[in-house]
């Protein structure tokens, strides 16, 4: 009896004892868990502030490939435009005859450039700033009706030739302009043509830099006012492109003259020739990236 209530207690103690070192482990698993999870929620923070300033840095130094394939971002073109008063005159002309033969014709044609040229020089133009543009030598034909066993019909007859020589030439002295045409007519009589002139700038390169801050700031301003518009906030430039600068002339000889001269006789007086502006114009294409 004795030895069953023995064996009973110790039974009860084994019992508590491993009651007691459960609920220890089970305290310390918790504990451990309990780590561990707060470790997990400040590295999950860290990771996700990480993934975002990422995110937005992938955002801003994104480019794309090619200009305008994105479908990110904000893409405008500037322009920058002056004018000026134009420094150089181009004058189209030259000199067209007509004759039986090729050689009467190119004789002729010779010699009418040869007192054109010589009037110039004597103006003071130089050989570098007369050049030949275009020369060309044509058969002239006249078409004759003729009807033979009641059938009417056409055919061609040479007739001659046609020869046109024409050059343009520089003129530095915008003053003197209409007075050099007039000489040039004389110089060529019946033969010269005057088929314009265009007035620009020898050198237009010191305005680039002028026009490309123009133009960027065009850029800008329109990039912001589309931001301001779509509610999103203008980043870095991504990308920029400069167009080709393009001279266009607001006065020109036909504007002033009134006419190309196609077949211009001696002239009385000398034409009134206004040179204008020149207008000066450059554009650039952007990107910004948006945030």
Do not use: C
């Not at 044509?138 to 020589?165: A, H, Q, T």
């Not at 779509?230 to 920029?240: E, K, P």
Request: proline content about 3%.
């Amino acid at each position: 009896m004795i030895n069953r209530m023995l064996k009973i207690e110790r039974k009860e103690r084994n019992r508590r004892k491993s009651m007691n070192w459960t609920r220890r482990t089970a305290a310390i698993l918790i504990a451990v868990a309990a780590v561990i999870a707060t470790f997990a929620a400040v590295s999950l923070g860290r990771s996700e502030a990480s993934s975002a300033d990422m995110s937005q840095k992938a955002v801003e130094q994104s480019i794309p490939a090619t200009y305008g394939n994105s479908n990110s971002g904000i893409w405008v073109s500037g322009n920058g435009t002056i004018s000026v008063a134009p420094d150089l005159a181009m004058l189209d002309f030259g000199v067209e005859t007509r004759a039986a033969n090729v050689s009467e014709a190119n004789s002729q044609a010779s010699m009418a450039m040869d007192a054109v040229i010589k009037a110039l020089k004597a103006r003071g133009v130089k050989d570098e700033d007369i050049q030949t543009s275009r020369f060309s030598i044509y058969p002239r034909y006249d078409y004759i009706e003729e009807e033979k066993d009641g059938i009417r019909s056409s055919r061609e007859v040479l007739v001659g030739y046609r020869v046109r020589n024409s050059g343009t030439v520089k003129l530095r002295d915008l003053d003197a302009v209409g007075e050099v045409i007039d000489e040039v007519v004389t110089a060529g009589g019946d033969n010269v043509r005057i088929n314009g002139i265009n007035f620009t700038l020898e050198d237009p390169k010191p305005k680039m830099a002028e026009l490309r801050e123009m133009a960027v700031a065009d850029a800008k301003a329109k990039a912001e006012h589309l931001a301001e518009l779509s509610q999103v906030s203008v980043g870095r430039l991504i990308y920029i492109s400069e167009g080709a600068a393009s001279p266009s002339v607001r006065s020109s000889f036909r504007e002033s003259f009134g006419l190309d001269l196609a077949y211009a006789a001696p002239a009385a007086a000398a034409p009134s020739i206004s040179g204008g502006e020149v207008t000066l114009s450059l554009s650039v294409q952007a990107g910004f990236a948006i945030y």
